[in-house]
Every structure is written in C-alpha cells, then in structure tokens.
C-alpha cells in the first residue's frame, strides 16, 4: 500500500499546483482511509469520498485559499 500513498501524495503535489481536483480510482474502505490519512496533513488540497461501492473513490481538491 506505500505505492498508494506515493501516488497519493504525487496527484497532491500537482492539484496544489494546478489547483484542479483529480479523482483516484475506485478503492476499498481501507484503501480510501490509507489515501485521507496520507493527504490529512497535506497543504492547500483535501480529500473526500465520492460514488457508492463498489465504486466508491477518493478526490483529491485543491482548498480554497
């Protein structure tokens, strides 16, 4: 799962910089956590679950500044 936290934490880096939100793939209840605890303490993005399982995913949006 550290491949999903890169991933995470990369996609955070560029809607930080592009400030335009990017939608993950479609993941599992632990995935989606392991996604929002590795942004939790990101600057200027947050996430939020969307859709309904099994095709829940995670967005990762810019914060309003």
């Given at each position: 799962?550290?491949?999903l936290?890169?991933?995470?934490?990369?996609?955070?880096?560029?809607?930080?910089?592009?400030?335009?939100?990017?939608e993950?793939?479609?993941?599992?209840?632990?995935?989606?956590?392991?996604?929002?605890?590795?942004?939790?303490?990101?600057?200027?993005?947050?996430?939020?679950?969307?859709g309904?399982?099994?095709?829940?995913?995670?967005?990762?949006?810019?914060?309003?500044?």
């Amino acid at each position: 799962l550290m491949y999903l936290e890169r991933t995470a934490k990369r996609i955070a880096k560029e809607v930080a910089q592009t400030k335009i939100p990017v939608e993950m793939d479609n993941m599992n209840s632990y995935e989606r956590l392991v996604v929002h605890n590795a942004i939790s303490n990101f600057k200027g993005v947050y996430t939020e679950s969307v859709g309904e399982e099994p095709n829940r995913h995670v967005v990762i949006k810019p914060k309003e500044e």
